[in-house]
């Protein structure tokens, strides 16, 4: 056990040769005080969901003690548009067990995410990650399984194009240098954002990468593993902040917008899902896809277009939604199949034993592969509120569970063909389409707010919020309006470039 603690990125865990979830108070001020910590950091995302922080000069034990014990108070209006002026007052209070040692700051200095409480000392009701643990603890309640998530971060990096190894437009799928610039600085993200806790399988260069203006554009992404879904989400805000400053020392631009320009990849936020119970991955039944994962991709059939209020939340979103460009436009599943909202990813399921033979050498293998199954929800983008949007999620995931035809759902809403070749056209014309604008996504949630509320998870004032917002931007038939104009479309891209 030591010794993987020892390996472990995270400075603070690697030190304490504890697991970041055991750390305690005590921790914190051990690892500060032997450390030569001189600052700490309080980080929390808000309504636009990037971090914000308050920074502590450490003065005394008594000080430190203080901030660590209590928190701080904060103005809640300007954190959050579902909060008024005249009662404005938040407290922020450190979560230990998300502790790291900034990797940007030139003064010794520790950070760590902090939880929202209101007036009363009691979790405020509409902070996203408050709503998404009520949203896991509804779950649980209701299947008796815990919900597990992880994120795919696509994102473009914008630099001078030198003119040297162009690389191939829109065929920048796991490209390597030189045709790919920035594999080095996607994986010194990586290795910052393990160092803040980020759980990841892997990274690489995307499909996108082309040249306007005398400027490369390349996208990349960095890919988590599964762990509880509130994690997943803190990783992702937390990658997303290290990705921009890191860009930031180089004089690099990033964007995690859905859309960069007309006729190129956009980036989405895909999530995958799993459902455990007692350590065992159940979304798989003697290698073929259980009732348990089809139930879970039944409700997600039956909430998809309210599910885009929370995944796509400006109107570059849905010229991203768009056929014939590697994401979804209709609510259908199925397996390897990138045409389709939730998609089946292979599983390890053949009984064949790869490694033994790519590897002759090598013994044959008992590895159980079973727990690598997940099903892969792929209409989100950056510009999703990540706690909301998996608060979201785990709701209509538990919704299918609740359903009584939730088997039947499954089974009418399978394809196991490219919905967008002409001689599927009948199969394309019985599938229900996702929303086209944010003005249509949030008519679907006003429909379904009664079912994400339900059990207390997502409060009125929050759904009231994002109604507001997604009207606010009067986009109905923006979409048809602009068409293929490209100057218009990098206008739209260029007033959402840093969503999210």
Not at 141 to 164: H, K, N, R
Not at 182 to 188: A, L, M, P, Q, W
Not at 196 to 219: L, P, W
Request: hydrophobic share 40%.
């Amino acid at each position: 056990m030591n010794k993987e603690l020892e390996l472990n990125p995270n400075k603070v865990v690697a030190y304490l040769l504890k697991p970041a979830k055991q750390l305690t108070k005590a921790d914190i001020v051990r690892y500060i005080s032997e450390n030569e910590i001189r600052m700490v950091n309080f980080m929390y995302p808000a309504g636009d969901g990037r971090l914000k922080t308050l920074n502590f000069v450490i003065n005394n034990a008594e000080y430190l003690e203080t901030i660590l014990t209590c928190g701080e108070r904060v103005d809640g209006s300007s954190l959050f548009p579902f909060i008024e002026a005249g009662s404005s007052d938040l407290y922020v209070v450190p979560r230990f067990s998300t502790a790291f040692h900034d990797p940007f700051a030139e003064i010794p200095t520790l950070s760590m995410l902090c939880s929202f409480f209101n007036k009363d000392g009691e979790p405020l009701a509409s902070a996203p990650r408050y709503t998404l643990l009520k949203a896991l603890r509804a779950f649980e309640e209701t299947t008796g399984m815990q919900f597990e998530a992880m994120g795919e971060l696509e994102y473009y990096v914008i630099a001078p194009d030198e003119g040297l190894f162009p690389a191939t437009d829109q065929k920048g799928y796991h490209e390597s240098a030189p045709y790919a610039k920035f594999n080095e600085f996607r994986t010194e993200c990586m290795a910052y954002i393990a160092q803040a806790g980020g759980k990841i399988k892997y990274g690489h260069s995307e499909v996108g990468n082309f040249t306007i203006d005398g400027k490369i554009y390349e996208q990349n992404e960095i890919e988590f593993l599964p762990v509880a879904a509130e994690e997943a989400a803190d990783q992702l805000v937390v990658a997303k902040w290290i990705i921009r400053n890191l860009a930031y020392r180089y004089g690099y631009d990033i964007t995690f917008a859905p859309k960069i320009t007309a006729g190129k990849a956009g980036s989405g936020l895909h999530i995958h899902m799993r459902i455990v119970k007692d350590g065992k991955n159940m979304m798989l039944d003697g290698g073929a896809l259980s009732a348990t994962a089809r139930r879970a991709i039944a409700g997600m059939m039956e909430l998809a277009p309210s599910i885009t209020a929370f995944g796509n939340t400006n109107p570059t979103s849905y010229f991203r939604l768009v056929p014939h460009q590697e994401a979804p436009t209709n609510v259908c599943w199925g397996d390897r199949n990138r045409s389709v909202l939730v998609r089946v990813p292979l599983g390890w399921t053949a009984k064949s034993d790869m490694c033994h033979i790519a590897n002759p050498l090598e013994a044959l293998s008992e590895y159980d592969t079973s727990q690598k199954q997940t099903v892969e929800m792929r209409s989100p983008d950056g510009s999703a509120d990540v706690y909301q949007l998996i608060a979201g999620l785990v709701v209509a995931c538990r919704h299918g569970f609740e359903m009584e035809n939730a088997l039947e759902v499954a089974e009418r809403t399978y394809v196991n063909v490219n919905i967008h070749q002409k001689e599927n056209a009948d199969k394309l014309n019985g599938l229900a389409q996702l929303p086209d604008s944010c003005a249509a996504s949030a008519d679907a949630l006003e429909r379904d707010r009664a079912k994400y509320e339900a059990k207390g998870v997502f409060s009125a004032a929050m759904i009231d919020g994002v109604l507001k917002s997604l009207r606010s931007f009067d986009d109905r038939t923006l979409r048809e309006d602009i068409g293929n104009d490209k100057e218009q479309m990098l206008a739209l891209v260029h007033r959402y470039f840093h969503c999210g």
